[in-house]
């Protein structure tokens, strides 16, 4: 039985021997200490009719992959396997990361073997490379600026700006997008655009590297597979791992350039950031809440029309070099408009991320898609690399006066929170609200240039209406008019206010109307007052009778 299970095994290794071609080879790169095995098809796989076994049963199987020189073998005992997503007639690279010394031991060695474990059977096929080529060209200098622009389900603009860059341009280079799939990568073609990427020039001519400055991927019957997949895994993972690659032969050895995105933004399709409608993303010292919010503003609804748009999904992402958390919420359109802003409650994942908050470090990828009746996106409002702010105000009471609005601020004493920290050009507001049947109403915005000086222990600062934010959201139409409603709101609903500066956004519930405490004990000493009198007549009238 044993002897033909090895049979077995060695007849199924050599059908699968001719899958790549004897041509293969091995890349590897002196400035960042990686091999890449170029795995080439068999140059005669699709004339193979009968028994073709790389085509019956390998696409879509996970292939194991080894290199071995004559006293080395990579990966390394005990490191992760390299393995691959087998598909038919097609080129791969494998790419095997070596520690420097290691990389440094073989790169003199013109020797060596690959070997690759089909998932059938568990067959092992060894080869020898053609070719071992080592370079140290150093392609990460080629451009000073990369980011993409799409809008949403159809075409993407990659802006560049390129170095002087040893790239033709010319019909032999490959230029793609790359992203991650479940089990592995994909690719879709990329061309650039000479001057105004009007349709005819979606094509590779030779032109000057370093003079092309948009890169594009048309939405066309070419490129809708592909654009589909991206756009799936991309709503789903907005990390996702995307990068923009230049592949090109330098004798005989291909060379690519990858480049990975500094910025990932949506095409504003619809004018809506004519108003700055600009994300912000804050986490308290002294609250267990995460507040996203939209800057400079104390309503949810965009000042832009977004057609077909039932529902609003908020997608949040917080990581540093050790820690990461995703937070997810959907609303009704309706719902997510008459709130002010968005808060996340009682996530205990966040502690790390709160408590080690180091501005270098601590970023945010904050998105809000809005969403028609199928669950399609219409409109994406995204924000990458926001730092993940910390709190600095402790407690807070707003005073509601006859003719001003005063905040008395409690600072936290924390090295985090000091006046060197605050920018004096920077706007800081004072936003209040009430709520009523679980929705939030907007009752007035003032925004203020003074410098709140968080090296002390209690500040206060007052506005008037001069300070005061027109708009016709409020729930009055006018400063006073909204100053005498809050106060009559005071005695039936929740009155709560939101300060907002650069390194904060914190809600607190502590407003006093301070005619109360100075006309209601007047009234009460008053009525004591009359009471006694009526009192002391009475029990006078009764002696005298």
């Not at 090895?6 to 293969?24: E, N, P, V």
């Not at 080129?91 to 790169?107: C, M, N, P, S």
């Not at 923009?244 to 619809?270: E, H, Q």
């Not at 998105?367 to 995204?382: F, K, N, P, R, T």
């Amino acid at each position: 039985m044993l002897l033909f299970q090895i049979a077995l095994q060695a007849s199924a290794a050599s059908s699968f021997t001719d899958c790549y071609s004897a041509k293969s080879y091995i890349n590897g790169n002196g400035l960042t200490y990686q091999l890449n095995l170029h795995l080439i098809p068999f140059e005669r796989l699709a004339q193979i009719t009968e028994e073709n076994l790389c085509q019956m049963y390998l696409p879509g199987k996970i292939v194991v992959a080894q290199i071995h020189y004559d006293d080395m073998s990579f990966p390394r005992a005990g490191q992760d396997e390299v393995n691959f997503v087998y598909k038919f007639n097609k080129e791969v690279i494998v790419t095997f990361q070596l520690a420097e010394t290691d990389y440094r031991h073989i790169i003199d060695k013109q020797n060596a073997m690959y070997e690759l474990w089909y998932d059938v059977n568990l067959v092992r096929v060894n080869n020898s490379v053609n070719t071992i080529e080592h370079t140290k060209y150093n392609g990460t200098n080629c451009f000073q600026k990369v980011q993409m622009e799409y809008t949403i389900y159809g075409d993407i603009d990659i802006n560049v700006k390129a170095n002087n860059c040893a790239v033709k341009i010319d019909p032999m280079l490959q230029i793609y997008l790359e992203f991650e799939v479940e089990l592995g990568k994909e690719h879709i073609p990329i061309y650039p655009c000479n001057s105004n990427c009007s349709q005819d020039e979606y094509s590779v001519t030779s032109t000057q590297f370093n003079r092309i400055s948009i890169y594009r991927i048309k939405n066309t019957s070419a490129t809708a597979a592909q654009l589909a997949s991206f756009y799936s895994n991309f709503v789903q993972n907005r990390r996702l791992r995307i990068t923009m690659n230049l592949k090109y032969d330098t004798n005989g050895i291909d060379t690519v350039i990858t480049s990975v995105f500094d910025n990932i933004l949506a095409k504003d399709t619809y004018n809506c950031t004519v108003n700055d409608p600009y994300l912000l993303l804050f986490a308290t010292l002294n609250s267990d809440s995460i507040q996203l919010q939209y800057r400079d503003s104390f309503t949810n609804k965009l000042q832009c029309e977004l057609p077909g748009v039932v529902g609003v999904h908020v997608d949040i992402y917080l990581y540093d070099k050790v820690n990461s958390l995703r937070i997810q919420e959907s609303y009704g359109i309706d719902e997510f408009n008459e709130n002010v802003g968005v808060s996340f409650k009682n996530i205990e994942e966040s502690d790390a991320l709160r408590f080690n908050h180091d501005p270098e470090v601590s970023k945010a990828t904050m998105v809000v898609s809005y969403l028609d009746a199928s669950g399609q996106i219409v409109y994406d409002l995204i924000v990458y690399n926001d730092p993940f702010y910390v709190a600095c105000v402790n407690r807070a009471v707003l005073h509601l006066h006859k003719t001003e609005t005063c905040i008395d601020y409690y600072f936290d004493n924390i090295s985090k929170c000091t006046s060197n920290l605050v920018n004096p050009t920077e706007k800081n507001n004072l936003g209040i609200f009430y709520k009523e049947n679980n929705k939030a109403y907007s009752l007035g915005l003032y925004k203020f240039h003074r410098v709140v000086d968080y090296s002390l222990l209690k500040y206060k600062l007052c506005f008037v209406c001069d300070e005061y934010v027109a708009n016709t959201i409020y729930a009055k139409p006018s400063c006073k008019e909204n100053q005498a409603f809050t106060k009559e709101k005071l005695k039936s609903a929740e009155i709560n206010f939101a300060i907002i500066s650069k390194y904060e956004f914190n809600i607190f519930q502590t407003v006093v109307a301070e005619y109360q405490s100075i006309y209601v004990p007047f009234i009460t000493t008053f009525v004591l007052l009359v009471i006694l009198i009526v009192a002391m007549v009475l029990f006078v009238n009764k002696r005298i009778k």
